[in-house]
């Protein structure tokens, strides 16, 4: 029925203005809900986490860590999961929530990549507690890709297997994929099985799945290509399953900005990589604590938000984005080629 106006280049834009009108016809009525919806959240009914469990990945050090304090307060029972390495924290992290108020912790190392060590960490969460109420997929890694930069200078980062790279003398572009396969493996496959396993037994308590996406998701800033692909395939995926266990299970996506933490902050200057980095990425945007942040997505959790974006601006910039892509585009690369050209000069 429509296909003669979209077949035609006149009307066909005339549909799009015509909608791009009504859109701001109504977008004073828009801001009111939004405003409404952000007051009813004030008063919303916070979720009581005492006696409950919380199982978080990635808690030994960022968010992780500071979301597992934040639940710890709630008295919440907790388990926490970080890759095994010498100087983990994750024994610290779970001293310091048992002080704080969690009637028990329970520290697990495991790496999110490993199918098999997702299953065994949900085993033994239930084991130890008997349920599991609240899912918080955070654990992941970042790195910067350019076209520039010598690809192998991100393998100590992204944990990359080197043996198959060398075996099979693989060019710097194939070696690329390697390591854009890693991040999916820990960033999107790591959620993806520890949900797998986790869901009947949230299910069973009516729970939470929270899933640490990223603003990068969406608004792809430059030289994430790799990250932001991964946090794309999250907020896809979660957004994709929330229909199929929602209302029984409620699907938390978090779509965070740039919060001071490891990730931004170079944690892998040492090791070569992450220059980059703190030049370019962590004045790229305004910067947020990471405590205020872990605070805002426990509270928003707990009071039943179905998304939570921190700090709450770049919101705004997921609109400017959609609404106006060339704006999203002048903007980044505007911005970004300036504090670049600044931090060469420093
Ligand atoms: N900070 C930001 O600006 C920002 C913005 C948007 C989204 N996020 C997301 O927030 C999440 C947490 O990051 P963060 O900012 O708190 O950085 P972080 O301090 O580096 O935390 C990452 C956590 O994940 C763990 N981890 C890494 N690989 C793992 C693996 N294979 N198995 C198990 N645990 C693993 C790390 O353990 P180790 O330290 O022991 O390696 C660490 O505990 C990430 O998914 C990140 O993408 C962060």
């Not at 890693?182 to 496959?189: A, E, L």
């Not at 030289?223 to 794309?232: H, P, Q, W």
């Not at 299970?249 to 980059?276: D, P, Q, R, S």
Request: proline letters at 4%; glycine letters at 6%.
């Amino acid at each position: 029925m429509y296909q003669a106006y979209f077949n035609n280049k006149f009307t066909n834009s005339l549909v799009y203005y015509v909608s791009l009108l009504l859109l701001l016809l109504i977008s004073p009525f828009l801001f009111i809900w939004e405003l409404i919806t952000t007051l009813r959240s004030c008063f919303h009914p916070i979720e009581n986490m005492s006696g409950k469990v919380v199982l978080i990945t990635g808690a030994s050090s960022g968010l992780g860590e500071l979301m597992a304090y934040e639940y710890a307060k709630r008295g919440a029972c907790l388990a926490i999961v970080a890759i095994k390495e010498p100087d983990s924290r994750l024994e610290k992290v779970a001293e310091r929530a048992r002080e704080l108020g969690s009637p028990d912790v329970l520290f697990i190392f495991a790496d999110v990549s490993k199918v098999d060590e997702c299953r065994m960490f949900v085993d033994d969460t239930i084991k130890r507690f008997g349920r599991l109420d609240h899912l918080v997929c955070n654990a992941g890694i970042a790195n910067l890709y350019s076209v520039n930069i010598d690809i192998t200078k991100f393998a100590p980062v992204m944990n990359i297997c080197h043996v198959p790279c060398k075996k099979h003398n693989h060019s710097k572009q194939l070696l690329s994929w390697v390591i854009y396969e890693h991040m999916q493996d820990i960033n999107f496959w790591g959620s993806l099985y520890t949900t797998h396993f986790a869901m009947p037994h949230v299910m069973r308590s009516s729970g939470k799945i929270v899933v640490n996406a990223s603003c990068a998701g969406i608004l792809n800033p430059p030289k994430g290509g790799f990250y932001n692909t991964s946090k794309a395939a999250l907020i896809s995926f979660y957004e994709s399953l929330r229909f199929e266990v929602s209302p029984r299970v409620t699907i938390v996506i978090l779509t965070l900005g740039f919060i001071e933490t490891n990730i931004i902050t170079a944690k892998y200057l040492g090791k070569g990589v992450g220059v980059a980095l703190r030049k370019d990425f962590n004045s790229l945007l305004p910067t947020m604590g990471a405590e205020p942040c872990a605070i805002a997505i426990v509270d928003g959790v707990c009071k039943g938000a179905t998304s939570i974006t921190e700090p709450r601006f770049v919101k705004v910039l997921f609109l400017v984005k959609f609404l106006f892509p060339e704006l999203h585009q002048f903007y980044l690369s505007k911005f970004y080629r300036s504090k670049s050209k600044k931090n060469k000069k420093g």
